[in-house]
């Protein structure tokens, strides 16, 4: 069946860095985008990057360009969000979701369960 | 940037009755393709979201026939045809016409009378 494992929330002092990952199983997940979306607590969702299945393309939201970098590992299955320069706005529920490669509208269809990261001295 | 805006954002239901909530966008979300990227999510309370509909009015797999999705343009209704004690959650529209950015409705907030 589908997984998608994200991992690496905690909490960090603003300005400090952070890696998250998703370790994806159950699909071939080099056919597959990859998305992260947050979830700040007792709030809605918030698109925060994409990569597409190769990695060629990259896509960011604007509160985190310049901050936040995609990437994947194909031959890992795994997918990664370095968080640079932590701030208190980026406390959230950080979860990884896939899109099937030939969709154009890069629609999640499934998502992890999602992983805490709490911004605070 | 494409707002998403729905309503209500809170929805009391009793169970066995009809719901409806309404997805509005900022644009149209046609797109020259011809297809219309409105999709709606479900989120138990403390689960991960779950896609419901696609494309306007498609079920995934395994989603109750009691769920529909509907509407063009920039108007979009999702309708749950006798509510049933699991389809308490938040749902959430989301447009995939207009990117980059993918962008969510607030949420409705649906629970039982």
């Known amino acids: 069946q589908v997984q998608l494992v994200e991992s690496g929330g905690g909490v960090v002092q603003p300005g400090r860095s952070l890696r998250l990952s998703c370790a994806a199983s159950?699909?071939?997940?080099?056919?597959?985008?990859m998305h992260w979306v947050r979830q700040a607590p007792g709030k809605g969702l918030e698109w925060v990057a994409v990569?597409?299945?190769?990695?060629?393309?990259?896509y960011y939201a604007d509160a985190v360009k310049g901050r936040f970098t995609i990437s994947r590992d194909n031959s890992e299955n795994t997918v990664y969000l370095q968080m640079n320069g932590l701030r208190a706005e980026d406390t959230a529920v950080y979860y990884c979701?896939?899109?099937?490669?030939?969709?154009?509208?890069?629609?999640?269809?499934?998502w992890g369960q999602g992983t805490l990261v709490t911004v605070s001295s | 940037d494409v707002v998403m805006t729905q309503s209500p954002l809170s929805l009391p239901v009793t169970l066995g009755q009809p719901a409806s909530i309404s997805c509005r966008s900022s644009?149209?979300?046609?797109?020259?393709?011809?297809?219309?990227?409105l999709n709606w999510f479900q989120q138990r309370p403390g689960q991960s979201p779950r896609r419901l509909i696609y494309?306007?009015?498609n079920r995934d797999s395994g989603v109750p026939d009691r769920f529909s999705g509907s509407g063009s343009g920039t108007d979009f209704t999702l309708k749950i045809s006798r509510v049933e004690a699991e389809d308490v959650g938040v749902y959430f529209c989301?447009?995939?016409?207009?990117?980059?950015?993918?962008?969510f409705g607030q949420g409705t907030k649906v629970e039982i009378k």
């Open positions: 990569v597409s299945y190769d990695g060629s393309n990259k």
């Open positions: 644009q149209s979300l046609l797109y020259s393709d011809g297809n219309t990227y």
């Open positions: 979701a896939r899109y099937y490669n030939y969709d154009w509208s890069c629609t999640p269809d499934y």
């Open positions: 159950g699909f071939t997940f080099s056919s597959y985008g």
């Open positions: 989301m447009q995939g016409t207009h990117w980059p950015p993918w962008t």
């Open positions: 494309r306007v009015s």
